[in-house]
């Protein structure tokens, strides 16, 4: 009987536990809800500062929306001088008649393009910026991924912030902005409704100290200070390893309070599942006990579970407003930065993916990335067998 009753302790108090961790991920986007159209404040800088800037760009094929994205970094509202390096490893990249339509639809512009093929470490990315950051000619420097969008302020409103940086780095943090078909669909609503209130809520609360590869503004000489792009070769988090070590200066990293798009371009499950993987992976290495509190933002699933258990009408209502918060935040993030509707539809779908990447990404230590796989060992270093050249 002692057993029995063990084991009646043991079912109950795992069901307090769900229903517990469930109302606190509800919480939690009610709490982003409110927090999301601080992050998108469009206002002017406050100082309008026209620093010279160079823009690091690296790129990797020609993928869907890439011109777009490379527009909206020249069609900036800046009076400064502005350099933007584009850098590609392979020279039959199809990136590079990219750049070119680039530069004959603005020939104003200084639009330079780094073809070089050598390879510093396994990160294919840093390899790129470490062969572009020899043509960097200014102070301050902006690097963003190839796959984000910005509005015509964005370049200002990022100086100004880091002219009041201390020496440090500012990052914003991004929406959804999502291709064809049902997986970019899903990648987008996973950005909108999964990754932003974990960011709002970690930023607002000191839960989180995030340095994203969507934006990370920094002065030459921190560059410098930490190693160059060189110090983070072989990293996979390179964009959080980077504000590590600028926080290790004793300077700081800020979140700006607005977001950036970005192209969510998954075609197919098993490319969406690779690269929510490796993010989820990358997160849990870094950051292990920030990645293990991430269950409670999984609020669907476990009130799911709970019900399983026997939690009767708690568990239900649980389950119907973990769906109600997930809509509400998608609507949230549509109407603030412009976007249209989400397929409402699939978020059941979607909380139930993003639970099993999250589960999945304890026990991953391999990670596959442009094609080849990589060991990821403690903190957060990439390591394979061989080092062939990139594609």
């Known amino acids: 009987m002692t057993g029995v009753g063990g084991l009646e302790f043991i079912a109950e108090a795992m069901l307090l536990a769900l229903l517990a961790a469930a109302l606190v991920g509800c919480v939690a986007m009610v709490a982003a809800v409110w927090l999301t159209p601080g992050f998108a404040t469009s206002g002017s800088s406050r100082r309008g500062s026209a620093a010279p800037v160079t823009i690091l760009k690296p790129l990797h094929g020609d993928e869907p929306g890439l011109f777009g994205n490379l527009v909206s970094f020249c069609q900036q509202d800046y009076t400064g001088p502005v350099q933007i390096i584009f850098g590609v490893t392979n020279p039959s990249d199809p990136a590079i008649a990219v750049v070119e339509r680039l530069r004959a639809a603005f020939p104003d512009k200084i639009i330079e ?46 100086v100004d912030a880091l ?32 990754f932003l209130p974990g960011v709002m809520v970690g ?12 934006t990370i503004a920094l002065r030459r000489r921190s ?17 959080f390893a980077l504000g590590e070590a600028i926080r290790k200066l004793g300077k700081p990293v800020t979140v700006l309070p607005f977001a950036v798009g970005h192209h969510c371009n998954e075609r197919s499950l098993a490319e969406l599942w690779g690269h929510e993987l490796r993010w989820a992976s990358t997160i849990r290495v870094v950051d292990p006990f920030g990645y293990l ?43 603030c930065f412009g976007q249209p509707a989400h397929s409402y539809w699939l978020i059941p779908l979607r909380d139930l993916l993003s639970f099993a990447v999250y589960v999945s990404g304890f026990i991953a230590r391999d990670v596959a990335w442009r094609g080849r796989h990589y060991r990821l060992i403690s903190s957060g270093t990439l390591i394979s067998e061989q080092r062939a050249p990139l594609p």
């Not at 294919?124 to 984000?148: C, F, G, Q, T």
Request: with cysteine.
């Open 223 to 239: 560059l410098a200070a930490v190693g160059g792009f060189e110090a983070f070769a072989d990293c996979l988090a390179d964009d």
């Open 113 to 158: 393009l780094v073809v070089d093929p050598r390879i510093a470490g396994l990160n294919p990315k840093v390899a790129n910026l470490v062969n572009m950051s020899a043509h960097i000619r200014h102070e301050l420097i902006v690097l963003a991924d190839s796959d984000i969008q910005v509005p015509p302020d964005y370049l200002t409103r990022v």
């Open 163 to 194: 002219e009041r940086a201390d020496g440090g780095a500012v990052t914003c943090a991004y929406y959804g902005i999502a291709g064809t078909g049902l997986w970019s669909e899903l990648s987008r609503l996973n950005v909108d409704s999964h």
């Open 293 to 335: 509190g991430w269950i409670a933002l999984h609020p669907l699933p476990l009130a799911l579970m709970a019900l399983a258990l026997g939690g009767g009408l708690p568990a239900l209502l649980l389950v119907l407003s973990a769906i109600g918060c997930r809509a509400l935040m998608a609507s949230t993030v549509e109407r």
């Open 203 to 214: 930023v607002r609360c000191h839960l989180a100290r995030p340095c994203f590869g969507a």
